[in-house]
């Protein structure tokens, strides 16, 4: 059952264990990460990625930011960090799904007021960049 805030609830109304709640700790610790806040903010637009569209989309990101050309050894290790950091303490806190089989990401469902959130930080950052 999803509640009016769009949240996942068991058949007591409670959250289920898979959706993060505003007041875990580990929300905000997975959130600490510019780059797992710019992973979630290409899934809110596009829903469901390869991993190797999301190591793509961050290398050419973080390039932009240091006014750099991305390389293949940059592509590499940001792909490496997704599948053995990023990706497993986002699917621990239930904010995304990684399918290894496909290595599709998908976004789930989560508070409006964390888009909010996530939108304003990235927005804040290309601010920051100009």
């Known amino acids: 059952m999803i509640d009016d805030r ?9 959250p289920t264990e898979a ?6 700790d580990r929300l905000y610790r ?6 797992r806040r710019r992973l979630l903010h290409v899934l809110l637009e596009r829903e469901e990625s390869t991993v190797e569209e999301l190591a793509t989309v961050l290398t050419g990101w973080e390039a932009t930011d ?4 991305g390389t ?3 592509y590499n290790q940001i792909g490496i960090e997704l599948k053995h ?4 303490l986002l699917v621990d806190i239930g904010l995304i799904t990684h399918d290894r089989e496909s290595d ?6 989560i508070d409006p007021l964390l888009v909010e959130l996530l939108s304003r930080s990235v927005d804040a950052g290309r601010s920051s960049l100009s």
């Open 30 to 35: 997975a959130l600490a990460s510019t780059r």
């Open 66 to 69: 240091t006014e750099t050309m």
């Open 104 to 109: 599709t990401v998908r976004i789930e469902r």
């Open 6 to 14: 769009g949240a996942a609830r068991n058949e007591r109304g409670e």
């Open 85 to 88: 950091v990023h990706l497993p």
């Open 19 to 24: 959706t993060p709640q505003l007041s875990d």
């Open 72 to 74: 293949v050894r940059d």
